[in-house]
């Protein structure tokens, strides 16, 4: 079958499916162009008042489908089908890419709901080339059920289903075919949108003001991950670079309270060597646990790290996937260190861990948190200001008195 003709049938199809009753339409299909086909049937109530698919026909106006797929034979691909992101092995993989080679197609209707108005889709893209494909060989095989279910998950916005198009006889499943597709496109450079619901840009609040017994040069080195903070746009990267400042902090004031014990009773070599076994066998976690209180103790005490109220869904997430110790009201008690210090550290291990035990936080995967993503905006703005302030304040839990130390 010519392009032409298959469109025809296609057109014969959406026409049945919406009951469009247009007057002689089978007539209009042998005598009428393409295009006038399409006009007519966007021009009828009843795709009127689906603006989706109103828009949707517009994809096969010849100016975007061209000459040579209308006039040209069709070569059938081997199958089509479309992935059911809800059924259970398939879940939390839905990824929003579109794919397209010799051997198979992929197109995530996630990707696809991002183009709007539907019909600035570019030819040229790999979108379309799936698209096309998996209506043309649907279309050619008989299969009509698989065109009218991609017409109504388009008119009714579904993300959770995806576009398989296999140009070769399949020899693996379709979950593993998807992967593997999802694998090739990364390989090639290709990206995953950013969802806009992880774009951050809260104001913390923090200032500085000129001091003129603080020694600002001695804090340059977190002026360089300050600037790495504002550099990132989501909340994933940005609570990263925030964890950064705050392990700078917490094993600075290690440092911090040696330089005041050598700085009395010069015992610098001993001190070293105390703090070097320290470091060894205090666990991460530890540190931060004792080293945070020290330096916001008073901001602590004051309520200043409150993440309160909870929502429902927050705090039953808090206690399934990082084990927070949220009251039956849904209420964190944020004057306890350790409760902030253990929220701190599961997200920070949630983004930069990369085990089967543990809960994963990527940009990829935000339906798995979206019950926090709101909190996660909170608590960064509220750890920014508490952290940026204590720098400005020149605080002595975390400033060195001298700019060297006596050995003898």
């Keep these: 079958m010519t392009g032409r003709e298959i469109l025809l049938r296609f057109y014969k199809l959406v026409h049945d499916h919406y009951t469009l009753a247009i007057p002689d ?92 108005p539907l019909s600035s889709i570019s030819s040229t893209s790999t979108e379309y080339r799936t698209l096309i494909d998996f209506i043309s060989t649907a279309i050619e095989k008989g299969e009509d059920i698989k065109v009218t279910s991609l017409l109504d998950l388009i008119e009714n916005s579904d993300v959770n289903s995806g576009l398989l198009v296999h140009k070769i006889v399949p020899t693996n499943s379709d979950l593993s075919t998807y992967s593997y597709l999802y694998y090739k496109e990364l390989l090639q450079g290709g990206e995953i949108e950013l969802d806009s619901d992880l774009m951050y840009s809260g104001i913390h609040g923090a200032t500085a003001t000129l001091r003129p017994t603080t020694r600002y040069e001695q804090y340059f080195e977190l002026y360089d991950i300050i600037n790495e903070l504002n550099l990132a746009k989501d909340i994933i990267t940005r609570f990263l670079k925030l964890y950064h400042i705050i392990e700078y902090l917490v094993y600075r004031r290690e440092l911090v309270e040696l330089e005041q014990k050598a700085r009395t009773n010069r015992t610098f070599i001993r001190e070293i060597h105390s703090f070097t076994g320290k470091s060894q066998s205090d666990s991460e976690l530890n540190v931060l646990k004792k080293n945070f209180k020290k330096i916001f103790d008073a901001e602590i005490a004051a309520n200043g790290f409150d993440i309160n109220p909870l929502t429902v869904q927050a705090a039953s997430f808090l206690r399934t ?84 130390i006596e050995l003898y």
């Design 25 to 116: 339409f089978d007539d209009q299909l042998l005598v009428d162009s393409n295009d006038v086909i399409v006009d007519n049937m966007r021009a009828t109530p009843t795709i009127v008042a689906k603006p989706k698919i109103h828009d949707f026909l517009n994809v096969f106006k010849e100016s975007k489908i061209g000459a040579d797929y209308l006039d040209d034979e069709f070569d059938v691909l081997e199958d089509v089908k479309i992935i059911d992101f809800s059924l259970a092995e398939f879940q939390k993989r839905n990824r929003a890419f579109s794919y397209s080679d010799t051997e198979f197609g992929y197109l995530s209707l996630v990707k696809l709901s991002k183009i709007s």
């Design 321 to 404: 996937y990082w084990g927070i110790n949220v009251d039956a009201t849904n209420r964190l008690n944020c004057t306890d260190a350790t409760n902030v210090v253990n929220l701190i550290y599961r997200i920070r291990n949630s983004i930069v861990h990369n085990k089967e035990s543990e809960f994963h936080i990527t940009t990829s995967n935000p339906d798995e948190y979206g019950e926090v993503i709101a909190l996660l905006k909170k608590i960064i703005e509220i750890l920014e200001r508490q952290v940026l302030n204590k720098i400005s304040s020149d605080d002595v839990m975390i400033s060195y008195q001298n700019d060297h």
